[in-house]
């Protein structure tokens, strides 16, 4: 299976296919992704699975640099789907030199949670997401529900920008012990990897709890169990 470096060749060969599905992702697939990619085949005739690490969204250079690039494994793990297309591009492909990260302005979904923690993040996000709409034009782009402040940003990007893409989401995969699969779980070490898991299934306690329990119990209970 090859992997295209250049938009412009994807252009060529989709240009009289009737429906097209994006599936966004920075590689290191795993079951998460190849779910979305599964889903995306369903509707569409050929799908486009852009594989890139895009600088612009990470606020943090040593972050960018360590996260996991493995796209001959990746395109080991997706060579069984047919009608699959891969765009995987250097920077300059994507961006011109010295581009700048448009400014959107989304209000507070991006202000609170993952925005506080990480600043310039989703306006990195969307501005890549445009990008690739743009690019090639897509009936459907999907994006997991792992990342819901990002899927609910999306929604408003299309709205904000007038692009006629339908956004779906896709339910989240996850490992054994219920914490959601993810290309930096290989970061965690035995004890972060256990911890996790734990937070996970804390939260499931807590939603049980949340239609009986006050907040203020649900929290004093979760936290002595931490
Ligand atoms: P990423 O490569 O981490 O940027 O993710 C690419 C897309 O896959 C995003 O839309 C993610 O929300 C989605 N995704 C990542 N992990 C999962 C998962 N465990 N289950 C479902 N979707 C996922």
């Known amino acids: 299976m090859r992997a295209y470096s250049s938009y412009k060749d994807i252009v060529k060969l989709v240009k009289k296919v009737d429906s097209i599905g994006l ?10 992704h190849l779910s979305i990619i599964k889903k995306a085949l369903i509707k569409n005739d050929i799908v486009i699975v852009s594989i890139y690490v895009n600088p612009k969204q990470f606020n943090d250079s040593k972050d960018l640099k360590k996260y996991p690039r ?7 793990k997706i060579k069984i ?17 010295r581009e700048e990260v448009k400014k ?23 501005t890549v997401v445009e990008k690739l709409l743009v690019m090639f034009k897509p009936n459907n782009a999907y994006f997991g529900e792992k990342d819901f ?7 408003e990007l299309v709205k904000k920008i007038k692009l006629d893409v339908n956004i779906i989401g896709c339910e989240t995969i996850r490992e054994s012990d219920g914490l959601a699969m993810s290309s930096r779980n290989k970061f965690l070490n ?16 807590a939603k049980k709890m949340y239609k009986t329990s006050s907040l203020k119990a649900i929290k004093s209970d979760i936290l002595k169990q931490a």
Do not use: W
Request: aromatic share 8%.
């Open 23 to 32: 599936v966004p992702t920075m590689g290191s697939l795993h079951d998460g």
């Open 104 to 126: 959107y302005n989304f209000g507070e979904i991006t202000e609170i949670m993952e925005g506080k923690l990480r600043p310039g993040h989703f306006n990195g996000v969307a």
């Open 149 to 155: 402040q990002q899927l609910i940003l999306i929604k």
């Open 81 to 97: 789907f047919n009608n699959i297309i891969v765009y995987a591009p250097n920077d300059r492909d994507v961006y011109n030199e």
């Open 70 to 76: 493995n796209l001959e494994d990746d395109l080991e």
């Open 190 to 205: 035995k004890s972060e990897r256990k911890c996790a898991g734990r937070i996970i299934e804390l939260l499931g306690k």
